[in-house]
């Protein structure tokens, strides 16, 4: 392994689950007007490139896709402890879907160069697909680990993650360049550097980069390039509950009641 480390994380910038929209016409997600926060999943992913990198030594840059009021987010992941951060933004990104979100996403971290990890949060909180890191490692050919919970390089320099998987975990080794997914909670997301927010906030100059930046064509990106679109919206109602009362002496009423959950206990 070189000395240091160069460690791309992806971060989202997503509204706070109570607050997400819908516009009824395009059918994308209101980014404006309401409360947003950096994904909590890629706070995690940021924490654990941080202790890598306090490790290994190397540099932190952030990378995100979005609209320019992702820029304060970006500096709070500055006071953090990254080194730099890239937002990629432009109309011609606006409107994409996992597939068009994840070629960009793997598009800059292309013009960034001499990567060795990709860290990202298993999912975002808007969305819940969990596509793009999946779908970054692929357009980019390097291997994967998703929903990992520890990471660590072996002394042969190769990455080993601890993965969640149904009934316990596994653990997989991959050589870098790698992408690794980090679970939501694996980790407690350091507080911001006071000293190093302020200076992020009056001298930190962030890398912004549009399409003609990215070099990359419109039909790749943004609403041309996706492959799924939203058609309509449901509203799923929540079920009105039965609301049934039981009268009688106390006794009385214990029998009523185990009379109406006997059928759904198990004998």
């Not at 006071?79 to 070629?103: N, W």
């Not at 596509?131 to 002394?155: C, F, H, K, N, R």
Request: hydrophobic share 40%.
């Amino acid at each position: 392994m070189k000395d240091g480390l160069k460690i791309v994380v992806c971060a989202k910038v997503v509204p706070k689950p109570e607050e997400v929209k819908v516009d009824p016409e395009t059918m994308t997600i209101v980014r404006t007007e309401v409360e947003n926060e950096l994904n909590p999943a890629c706070k995690h992913a940021l924490e654990m490139g941080l202790q890598l990198k306090d490790k290994h030594g190397g540099e932190v840059i952030l990378l995100s896709m979005g609209p320019p009021l992702f820029e304060g987010f970006l500096k709070m992941g500055i006071a953090m402890g990254a080194d730099d951060a890239v937002l990629l933004s432009d109309r011609a990104f606006a409107g994409a879907d996992t597939y068009a979100t994840s070629y960009a996403l793997a598009e800059a971290v292309v013009k960034i160069g001499d990567v060795d990890l990709i860290l990202c949060g298993e999912e975002t909180s808007d969305s819940s697909t969990g596509q793009v890191p999946p779908g970054v490692a692929e357009w980019l050919d390097v291997p994967q680990i998703t929903y990992v919970s520890q990471l660590e390089i072996g002394e042969d320099g190769r990455l080993r993650g601890k993965r969640s998987i149904t009934g316990g975990h596994e653990v997989i080794a991959v050589h870098m360049p790698a992408l690794v997914s980090v679970e939501i909670g694996v980790n407690s997301p350091r507080f911001p550097d006071f000293r190093r927010k302020r200076w992020a906030e009056r001298e930190f100059e962030l890398k912004v980069w549009d399409i003609g930046e990215l070099g990359v064509e419109p039909e790749m990106v943004g609403l041309p390039g996706s492959h799924t679109s939203v058609d309509r919206l449901i509203e799923a109602k929540s079920p009105e509950r039965l609301r049934e009362f039981v009268e009688g002496t106390p006794e009385e009423k214990a029998k009523k009641v185990y009379e109406i959950i006997k059928p759904y206990l198990q004998s």
